[in-house]
C-alpha cells in the first residue's frame, strides 16, 4: 500500500501544478531562508531526527524524488524542487513516527490547500493525521 502521502500525490491532492504557478521562486526561497520559516522547520527537522535516532522506520528516498521530480515537471525549477523534497521527507518521517508536530500539520495543510508554505505558518490545533484522514477517507469511496 502506498504511503499515505503518495495517495494524495497520485489523486492529485498534493503537488498538482496550481501550487506553483506564478509563484515567485526568489521571494518565496528567500521567505523560506528566513525567520520565522526558517526556525520552525529546523526546529521540526531536528525533532524528527532526535526521534529517528531511537525508532526504526521506512526510507524516504522514494517519496523526495517523486516530490522532485513532480516540482521539477512543473517548471518552477531544481531550487524550489529540492525544498519541496525535503518536506515531504520530513512529514513523511513525522508521519511514521506518529509525531504530534502542529506546525508540520500547519505545513502539510498549506500543500492540501494549493498554497506553498513560506513565511509564516501558524500551528494547527490538530495532528497530521487529522489534516490527512478526510482527504483519505474521501478517496477510499472512488
Not at 495517495?7 to 531562508?33: C, E, K, M, S
Not at 505545513?107 to 484522514?133: A, H, K, N, Q, W
Request: hydrophobic share 45%.
Amino acid at each position: 500500500m502506498p504511503h499515505r502521502l503518495e495517495q494524495l500525490i497520485n489523486t492529485g491532492h498534493l503537488l498538482v501544478q496550481a501550487t506553483f504557478a506564478d509563484l515567485d521562486v526568489d521571494a518565496v526561497l528567500d521567505q523560506r531562508d528566513s525567520d520565522p520559516f526558517d526556525s520552525a522547520w529546523r526546529l521540526a527537522f531536528e525533532n524528527i531526527e532526535a526521534t529517528k535516532k531511537h525508532t526504526v522506520i521506512a526510507a524516504n528516498d522514494a517519496l523526495r524524488e517523486r516530490a522532485f521530480i513532480l516540482v521539477y515537471q512543473h517548471g518552477p525549477g531544481g531550487e524550489l524542487a529540492a525544498y519541496v523534497s525535503d518536506d515531504f521527507g520530513l512529514l513523511h518521517d513525522a508521519l511514521a513516527l506518529g509525531s504530534v508536530d502542529f506546525w508540520l500539520a500547519a505545513l502539510l495543510r498549506c500543500y492540501l490547500d494549493g498554497r506553498f508554505p513560506c513565511g509564516e505558518i501558524v500551528p494547527l490545533d490538530c495532528t497530521l493525521d487529522e489534516v490527512l484522514d478526510p482527504f483519505i477517507e474521501d478517496n477510499s469511496s472512488e
